[in-house]
């Protein structure tokens, strides 16, 4: 089967729009049928639609009938923009969409979007690598109705110390804060959880896993949530420590831009 018109999977990020990218944007503006998760993307996102684009909310849909509308659609020669909330790369649900039309030799594209977890990270100002004290960072979730593979439990994730962002896993915190602790993050590890990042009515709590079950259900969170935990996260420790100066910016060290300098001594 052949198609004239495409489908863009679009993230359109953690829900301020000015976060939308240019091509978003642009591609948004220009469908003629827009599906988005409504359920946590910014319903103002309508407003940026065509006069006459017909706009449908992906929450009551199933993805037999998600695929049915962008199929039709294409078969008529449109442009659909499907948007999935952050980046589509990361629990969106693009691949068993794109799937499908691939069987049915129809063509699209992904464009990339803002992830929740960086605005999360932004809204809490916090660089999450940092030389000395972690220069990985791991994405993941709590397992829920869908189960996690054997290696990508939390408890062996934490074995590695690395700074820990998680999504869809704030209703499970009591079991993310055993499962840590259990695999190795000390009790005074630094955690934090951001609500709704970048929306007006964004939220947030810091605290450690000694204490952050408790300073989240005082806080009232709503979902969607990330959950953030790691030694880079303590403003305290990354502020003061010698080792938390990248290399880059310094002086003595050379690369293809920048000539070695020699320090002077005190």
């Not at 091509?23 to 988005?36: D, P, Q, T």
């Not at 006459?52 to 962008?70: K, P």
């Not at 594209?109 to 932004?122: L, M, R, T, Y």
């Amino acid at each position: 089967m052949s198609s004239t018109g495409k489908v863009y999977f679009i993230g359109a990020g953690p829900g301020d729009l000015e976060l939308l990218t240019v091509k978003g944007k642009r591609l948004i503006e220009s469908a003629n049928v827009i599906i988005y998760s409504d359920s946590l993307i910014n319903p103002a996102v309508e407003g940026l639609a065509r006069n006459g684009a017909a706009i449908h909310r992906s929450s009551a849909l199933t993805l037999e009938e998600m695929v049915d509308i962008m199929v039709k659609a294409t078969e008529d020669g449109k442009t659909v923009a499907r948007l999935h909330t952050g980046d589509p790369s990361l629990f969106s649900a693009v691949h068993e969409q794109r799937t499908l039309l691939e069987e049915k030799g129809i063509e699209y594209e992904i464009v990339p979007g803002v992830s929740s977890a960086f605005a999360a990270a932004a809204s809490l100002k916090a660089e999450l690598t940092l030389p000395g004290i972690s220069q990985t960072v791991i994405l993941s979730r709590q397992e829920g109705r869908t189960p996690a593979p054997p290696a990508e439990k939390l408890m062996g994730l934490a074995s590695h110390g690395a700074t820990l962002v998680l999504f869809l896993s704030t209703p499970y915190l009591s079991t993310v804060v055993k499962e840590l602790v259990e695999g190795g993050y000390p009790t005074d590890t630094p955690v934090a959880i951001v609500a709704r990042a970048s929306w007006p009515e964004e939220k947030m709590v810091r605290g450690t896993l000694a204490d952050i079950e408790r300073l989240a259900a005082a806080a009232n969170l709503d979902n969607p949530s990330i959950v953030l935990v790691g030694r880079a996260l303590d403003p305290k420790a990354t502020t003061t420590a010698k080792t938390s100066r990248s290399r880059l910016y310094d002086g003595g060290f050379g690369h293809g831009r920048r000539d070695v300098r020699r320090q002077e001594r005190s």
